[in-house]
């Protein structure tokens, strides 16, 4: 599909709107033309708000006056228009966000709920369950973000290697049969990045609310490895207003008794050990090297170390995944009773591999695999808290963040909604700067691997010197 954008700067809002309906189509954005070639999308703004769609030997057209938001506009004549070619809704209407719970919280901390969910249904053409469930992610994480104040930051690690790479995967990571003589080399780079963070954030006199472990798969490292990890950031910050302190232990055939241990003797509250699925096939075809069975042994280990905060991750949608398999996997989850479980929906990197077919059915699937998870997540006594949008999700959904009362991670709700400032160390992590008086936003990106990482080391440490200039010309 060619989309024409013709004298309006709304380009990447309608391209990704479109994405959301051309699942398995390519669309090319085309700014400069001399005809119009077939099928296509036409955006234009003159005297008007015009959307114009040439395809399958019909042609559409709608518009609208102009308005003090031709963008809204324009995103509602488009989704009108697809809307009514496809046959199709989506359930989160105009929105292509990637936090639309930060949308209705400022929203309704200026106009009101009740407006605020008339506006997500009546304009931004959001369904009323998806409405609803922003309402409830809303309340969820009122508590934490309350807690959030003007010198409160958050500390996120990144350990960016893993056992293997999983097909689906869009994070910055290596393959640790590919980069394992790499981690020697990182890790003490790692604990000087840290302890040059932590003088920043002493000098600036912050307040450390929770820290992060992420990857990656953290617990790619040793026992030792993790031990002077754990032990430079209990040295180097002060602890003592942190709330919690996550480790991902995401890939099962990664864990080890030692390996527990070693977080368990540290400040650690908080693990994730991530199936992903319960569906041995299914794994196999994705590119992970353990099984089902090596998940449970797993998280039984870590419940007889002690663990009493443990989340899982699964994927709905994966390829060869059913309703029906799925379905077995929430049983196991329901079995095992982790305090929290985060259910995403896959994110396709390259759709094109999709014919037609294909995407109806695997789109199909994957919505009754997150209703189903819904019911028996919220029969099993866990809420939403805290919920994301990723680009090209299969039908259009969401990936959510489910815990049991008392267990939300307020780092979660702080990554998410971005309440305050994000410290992070490592290959692939970014620092987010917030201004809390004003919303602004500033990000310093650390080189994203691990071989740039250790041989730019002093140029990574020169870059993070901005947090301390920020907090100067901001948060005073």
Known sequence: MNLYIDNHKFHYEMENLCRAFLFTEEVTVIHQWNTLEAPYILTSVYDEVRVELCADGERRELTAPLSDDDELQMGILLYRLLSAHYHRELPW???????????????????????????FRDTLLVSAEKTELAKTVRHNQRAIIERSGKRSFSLYVSIPFC????????????????????????????????????????????????????GGTPTTLNAEQLDLLLSEIETDFDMSRCAEFTVEAGRPDTVTREKLAALKKHAVTRISINPQTFNDSV???????????????????????????????????????????????IGIIRELDPESVTVHTLAVKRSARLDSADAVREQAYTAQMLAYATVQLTDGGYEPYYLYRQSKMLSNLENIGWAKPGYFSPYNVYIMEETHSILAC???????????????????FNFKYPYEYISRFDELLQRKQRVKSFYGEYNE
């Open 93 to 119: 209407g105009i929105l292509t966000g990637v936090r639309p719970i930060k949308l209705f919280s400022r929203l309704a901390d200026k106009d009101g709920e009740e407006e605020t969910q008339r506006y």
């Open 426 to 444: 490592g290959a692939g992590a970014v620092t987010k700067l917030r201004d809390t008086a004003s919303d602004y936003l500033e990000r310093i």
């Open 283 to 329: 794994l196999e075809h994705i590119g992970r090297k353990h099984n089902s069975q090596q998940t449970i042994d797993a998280f039984r280990l870590a419940r007889e170390l002690g663990f009493d905060n443990i989340n899982m991750d699964l994927i709905a949608g994966l390829t060869t995944d059913t309703p029906e398999s799925f379905e077995r996997t």
């Open 163 to 214: 056992p293997t790479r999983c097909s689906y995967c869009s994070f910055v990571s290596q393959s640790i049969e590919k980069a394992k003589k790499l981690i020697e080399e990182y890790v003490p780079l790692l604990l000087g990045e840290i302890r040059y963070t932590a003088e920043l954030a002493r000098e600036l006199d912050l307040r450390l609310e929770s820290v992060y472990i992420g």
